[in-house]
């Protein structure tokens, strides 16, 4: 009788402390800014001098550590490390770029959308048989799907490599990795009547020549390849814009749009309709027009065309109505997932003026949204993520770094506090996220790495090929922009891909491979990297790489042999050059880089760590961006999976 009562009562306790957990588990509330790009080093600088009341507030108040961020520093890379507590191993995303082995076919690495698989061709016309797809390529299981499965409710805005969105119950917004309408990461149009401009493909956009008559310009939109008709051209829908003679000043006409710009304004958002095929095929998007200049010469830029949120081609949100409930409250937004236009000032289309323009919009944007969505959070998980600190400090560093082969004092005078003013709006976003902190709220802010100057380009293929790894065609020699256009692939050993990857040309893997697996690979890694890591610039001596991580040593999980074999680690102010990532073979080994992407972190990963702050003591020394989802899961009585590599950093080690 004593051991079944006493029995009883232990049963009757531990059924009272499991309610009283999921009692508290139910109530709980977790809010987390994601913040792409924030910097300790300037963080720390900027709450120095005041200039980050709140971050400073929070960090007194609560923890502030260095996060270290992922193998390689890649945004793609590091928030699917976040989002599913794993390395690319485990989720196998290892880059920007990936590509097929077998035809070195090169492919964005975190989605693929494909059109139907089967036609019919009447005339010029193509017929679809089914309908297409977008697939996410991401692996592993997303922390608000485990949320989602333990009736935690969650919001998360914009996070990146979530395109397409995985099937939620909460409400979410794809972020990075979502195409514009033409299928790419952001496609500019640019019209002028200068004889002079480079008309044709520029990086990120295309430059179009016109002709002012009698005051008239008349054009094109150019839109998504139409795929009903045969070879796939691009689809165009007509526009026109009146000069005024006199004044500076445009009355641009298109589907029923007429508004007048001034020189140097920008128009709001506008819907465009693409017609694909009479009757059953259009797609719909939204860009922006700015008048760069009326007369002497005619200069138009149109933005990229975003899926238009009210009307979306592809999926972009859940559930499926919530990016039109979204614009409904807020006004039309970018969907793009790079939504900054960074391509259009590389390309001289946009100064530095027109192009801060265009970046504050975006973070007002995301602030409208966030005021819109935030008095709504009362119990479960809010997650918003900001990307303006991330894209401008990689176009704006140089105007802070005197040492840049592209800092211009003139151009640094007036606009070199512009990152800092960015900084600054974030503060002011983490200030009203900081009133609804309570006893049972947990606040996270974090960053997926830090940054760092970017003033020399290191061509990796140019430097294997050098250096005997790489055989080019008979022949050939200088420059080849070309990805891997003349490589003799028979006496090929290794070469570059991505902004971090060496491969082995490895048989069995590899199309035309010829290194075996195993010891020989292996033996022919470790040559490499230590040849790499005794690279100095020849202009000061600097050691150009830091470090060469090999997959086998730093992945784990089931596609840890299904990206690069090795991972360079530049030293900062290294970066691998903009040819070089694509695998094209340039003439110099280094270069100075000139761009105004002056900033980066693709580079040695324990040079550019990420940042955490927390409301609440982290006794975590050092944690990883691998232990946030863990975190997340503990924060409500969740066990992570058995795949998750960390733990709460909330809990000692």
Known sequence: MCLLTLSAAAALSLLSCQHAHGAASRNKKMIILGVDGLDPDLLTKFMAEGKMPNFARLAQQGSFRRLTTSIPPQSPVAWSNLITGMNAGGHGIFDFIHRDPKNFQLYFSTSKVEGPKH?????????????????????????????????????VYRIPANFPPIDAKGKTLSGMGTPDLRGTYGTFTFYTDDPTAAVGAVEGGEVVQVDVKNNRVTSNLIGPDNTFLKNAPPSTEPFTVDVDPLEAVARIDFQGNKFVLKEGEWSGWLPVEFQLMPVIGNVKGICRFYL???????????SPINIDPENPALPISTPASYSRDLATE????????????????????????????QAHTVLAEHRRAFDAEFPKFHDGLFFFYFSSLDLNAHMLWRLTDPQSPAYDAAEAAQY??????????IDQVLGEAMTKVDDNTTLLVLSDHGFAPYRRSFNLNTWLWNNGYITRKEGVSGDSSEPFNDVDWSRTRAYGLGLNGLYVNARGRERDGIVEPGAQSDALLREIQQKL????????????????????????????????????????????????????????????????????????????????????????????????????????????????????VFQSR
Request: aromatic share 10%.
């Open 119 to 155: 036609s019919f061709q009447i005339g010029r016309w193509v017929i679809p048989l089914g309908s297409g797809s977008a697939e996410q390529l991401r692996h592993g299981k997303a922390f608000w799907e485990i949320l989602d499965d333990n009736h935690v409710p969650n919001y």
């Open 292 to 302: 760069k200049q009326a007369h002497p010469r005619f200069q138009l830029y149109v």
């Open 416 to 425: 070199g506090g512009a990152l800092e003013e960015f900084y600054e709006q």
């Open 533 to 648: 890591l005794q690279v100095q610039d020849p202009k000061d001596g600097s050691p150009v790489v830091t470090r060469v991580d090999l997959a086998s040593e730093v992945y784990q999980g089931p596609y840890a042999r299904t990206g690069p074999d090795a991972l360079v680690g530049y030293n900062r102010g290294y970066r691998s050059g903009w040819k070089t990532i694509l695998g094209a073979i340039p003439p110099e080994v280094l270069e100075d880089n000139t761009n105004p992407w002056s900033g980066d972190h693709c580079m040695d990963y324990t040079k550019v760590p990420g940042v955490l702050l927390s409301n609440r003591q982290i006794p975590a020394q050092s944690p990883a961006l691998t232990d946030i989802a863990p975190t997340i899961l503990s924060e409500f009585g969740i066990a992570k999976t058995k795949d998750m590599m960390g733990q709460s």
């Open 330 to 357: 807020i006004g039309e937004y970018h969907t793009q997932g790079i939504a900054e236009d960074t391509k259009a000032l590389t390309a001289g289309v946009l100064d530095d003026k027109e192009y801060l323009q």
